[in-house]
């Protein structure tokens, strides 16, 4: 009687369940294992050399005049975008053009003692053809025409050497760029010729930027010039930026073995900062449309968990080339196959599996 009442529990608990519409969970799906599973896909897998560098601007420029002065006038503000040619700061000219006063009143002394010489020369060599003058003193004339001719080339000289001294104390852009730092104020000494300092402004031209990375001897050769590199940078890690290998030296640093490369990033709305660190991704290689999977579905060196059908089948592979998140499917699978990527570690061969999120 007893043995009656249990069975028809078991029963009514069957009818209700099945009046609910579910199915009944057998004691294997009980025990499945949720896991986390990915169809083989075809793709693109590049491999990449990875290295930190520093960012500097494609061009760099100290504003300094040749000649010493007290500053005048300095035309920009820090932060300031400049043409190629725009003045930028001026020295103090007045001494300089009280020097070109001077050495053009020289010039005119010497024109005209140079034209004097020469009439007297023309003079002498008329005189001698005629036996009027005997040869010493033709030369003498002679002589005096070469001093006035060099008197004059030196007093150009010095004209031409004040007129540069003037227009060196006028500061201009040598490029396009941005006015990054100002050193001096106006009413300041500089004298270049003492070196050391940086000048009266920083200029740099920020429109592309180069990374500069040192290189290990191992990897050197695996780099070409025209590489594509991914780059990103400490102050703006929202946002990759494309970029290529610019240039590599051919011999490595006394005391660090490494190579030096360069990688050209473009940077039109200047949103990266020179002086900051930078991680860059140079790509090496890339195979097209090969087999993948991601590194977390390889178990060992060559073992992949694929779902067969609610259970888990430990399948042997071939694994080619690698990436920093994926690996190459060379043999054992076929594109569309599901493998489990999450969970499937210390499972055993015919376990029950679940996929997460698919329906029962």
Known sequence: M????????????????????????TNQEKLAVNVVAEPVKRGVLTRV?????????????????DVAGRVDRI????????????????LDTTTLKLQQNQAAAAVAVA???????????????????????????LEKAELAL???LTQKKS??????????????????????????ARHLDEGDMINPQMGGGPGV?????????KVRLDVAAEDIERISEGMPCRVSVSTYRQKEFAG??????????????????EVRVDNPDLAIKAGVFADVAIEIEKDENVLMLPLSALIGEDRVVVYDNGHARLTRIEVGPKNETHFEVVNGLEEGVAVVVEGNYDLIDGAPIRIEGEQQ
């Open 75 to 90: 035309l920009v503000k820090e932060g300031e975008t400049v043409r190629r040619g725009q003045l930028l700061a001026e």
């Open 2 to 25: 007893k043995k009656v009442t249990i069975l028809a529990l078991v029963a009514s608990l069957l009818a209700a369940a099945c009046g609910n519409g579910q199915k009944p969970e």
């Open 201 to 209: 402004l920083t200029l740099m031209d920020l429109s592309r930027i």
């Open 146 to 148: 070469e001093s006035a």
């Open 155 to 180: 007093a150009d000289a010095n004209l031409d050497l004040v007129r540069h001294h003037l227009n060196s104390a006028r500061m201009s852009a040598p490029f396009d760029g941005i006015i990054t």
């Open 244 to 261: 290529s290998v610019y240039s590599k030296t051919l011999a490595a640093d006394v005391a660090s073995k490494t190579f030096q490369v």
């Open 111 to 137: 024109d005209a003692a140079l034209k004097d010489a020469r009439v007297n020369a023309e003079r002498m060599r008329k005189l001698h053809e005629r036996n009027a003058v005997s040869n010493m003193q």
């Open 49 to 65: 050399l990875k290295y930190t560098g520093t960012v500097m601007p494609w061009k760099q420029a100290g504003i300094i005049p």
